[in-house]
């Protein structure tokens, strides 16, 4: 069983910064791609950064710019760096993994999520 716990949330000014971390216990080469989400009150969750196996990147346009996402593999950690927060990306933030149990056997787990608080 592959388990991801977050960390690093909290509560920021506008304009701050944090650092998410998504600890991956498993092989973390297994993994692709790696996701970091998001979800506000009374809205559906959404996506805001993949990581992909080869080390390609994407991010939608409200957070491109502002957010990366990168992996540390000796420490089977994938983080979500946030600048220039706003207000707007107040939300609880979740990282997900596709994970390969087998070959062809794909299977997709979530970590419990961080609150992430912008204050303006």
């Known amino acids: 069983q592959v388990q991801l716990v977050e960390s690093g949330g909290g509560l920021v000014q506008e304009g701050g910064s944090l650092r998410l971390s998504c600890a991956v216990s498993?092989?973390?080469?297994?993994?692709?791609?790696m996701g970091w989400y998001r979800q506000a009150p009374g809205k559906q969750r959404e996506l805001v950064a993949t990581?992909?196996?080869?080390?390609?990147?994407d991010y939608p346009d409200s957070v491109k710019g502002r957010f990366t996402i990168s992996r540390d593999n000796t420490k089977n950690t994938v983080y979500l760096q946030m600048n220039s927060l706003k207000p707007e990306d107040t939300a609880v933030y979740y990282c997900?993994?596709?994970?390969?149990?087998?070959?062809?056997?794909?299977?997709?787990?979530w970590g419990q999520g961080t609150q992430v608080t912008v204050s303006s």
């Open positions: 498993g092989d973390i080469f297994r993994i692709n791609p």
């Open positions: 990581l992909a196996s080869g080390g390609s990147t």
């Open positions: 997900n993994a596709n994970y390969e149990m087998s070959p062809r056997h794909w299977q997709s787990f």
